[in-house]
């Protein structure tokens, strides 16, 4: 079992650090929340005062913080990782960043000798209660084979996807499908409704045809067919519209940055950027459908 050190303790980081504790690790976190320390200290967890002293004396250090600025404050600065990890560490963030600041901090982490994967997730908080997380993982493969057992207690399914950088683009592309998807889930129940056809048939019908997907079957955004789905409970999240927001902007700005075609993403950046306002940021990504199936013009 590993000594792990744990940046970030929030809605995911949080029940992530209690598999790893049930798993047998021992794991030392900091977050600056008291609220999330006390979570830690309540799963059995060792709570830092410091991310000093939740990396020094580990094996292993996890990271799972908001943006790409805070993983490279978190890394880069004085006292943060690069400068306390004892050699032979093994860095795995598993935030949503961008691919710049992920292959970036990775390079600085390569340059004191220190291996760093980049590691994001899908499944949101109910798989990281569960232990049941999807991880995309870039980097080294010799990394990547001494993260995997790590990553297990906290997942159901760890894949390399290749160099440092490519576990996030793995995570914006699969996040830009999901946000298209979801729309077109959105504007084809609001078309069938229009039509005289009810919800419930159309996702009997679509479901059991080609425009079936995970958007449609496991989250369909209006209540009734998916009884397990947020638009059954007032869209509260989930996934919240402004992860969902944060994540379509991630994959525009890399689509600028090498040059490719991405016009359904544009469009599904500016559909929740639209829809994203005090009232909705916190609201399950699903509840794009009260605007998109609102009244047309
Ligand atoms: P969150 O805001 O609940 O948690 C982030 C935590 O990081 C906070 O508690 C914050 O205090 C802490 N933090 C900030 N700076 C820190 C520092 N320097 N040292 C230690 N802790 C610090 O966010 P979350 O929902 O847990 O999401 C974390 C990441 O996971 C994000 O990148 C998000 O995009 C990604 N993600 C979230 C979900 C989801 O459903 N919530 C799903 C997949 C991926």
């Given amino acids: 079992m590993a000594r792990i050190g744990f940046l970030g303790l929030g809605n995911m980081g949080g029940p992530m650090a209690a598999n790893l504790i049930k798993a047998g690790h021992d794991v030392a976190g900091f977050d600056p929340v008291p609220a999330a320390r006390e979570r830690l200290a309540v799963a059995g967890g060792r709570v830092a005062g410091s991310i000093a002293e939740a990396v020094r004396d580990a094996e292993v250090v996890l990271s799972m913080l908001p ?16 400068e306390v990890a004892a050699p032979g560490t093994l860095l795995i963030d598993c935030s ?9 901090v990775a390079a600085a982490a390569a340059a004191r000798g220190l291996a760093m994967l980049d590691a994001p997730v899908s499944g949101g908080v109910g798989g990281a209660t569960a232990g049941t997380l999807t991880f995309m993982v870039g980097g080294e493969a010799e990394a990547f084979e001494r993260a995997r ?3 297990e207690a906290m997942g159901k399914a760890v894949i390399h996807a290749g160099p440092s950088g490519n576990g996030q683009a793995a995570k914006i592309c699969n996040n830009m499908m999901l946000g298209i998807q979801m729309i077109s889930v959105c504007e084809a129940m609001a078309l069938a409704e229009k039509l005289g056809l009810a919800h419930q048939t159309l996702f009997e019908i679509s479901s059991k045809s080609s425009g079936q997907c995970w958007s449609l079957t496991s989250y369909c955004p209006v209540p009734g067919p998916v009884p397990s789905s947020p638009a059954n409970r007032g869209y509260a999240a989930g996934f919240t519209v402004a ?12 689509a600028q940055a090498v040059g490719a075609r991405t016009p359904l993403g544009a469009e599904a950046y500016q559909l929740y950027n639209l829809f994203a306002s005090e009232e909705t940021r916190g609201l399950d990504f699903s509840a794009i459908m009260t605007m998109i199936g609102g009244k047309a013009d």
């Fill in 67 to 82: 943006e790409g600025r805070h993983v490279r404050a978190a890394y880069l600065e004085a006292g943060g990782v690069l």
């Fill in 96 to 104: 949503t960043i961008d691919v710049e600041t992920a292959r970036a």
């Fill in 149 to 151: 057992p790590i990553l």
């Fill in 243 to 254: 992860m969902m927001r944060k994540d379509l902007k991630l994959a525009q700005e890399a």
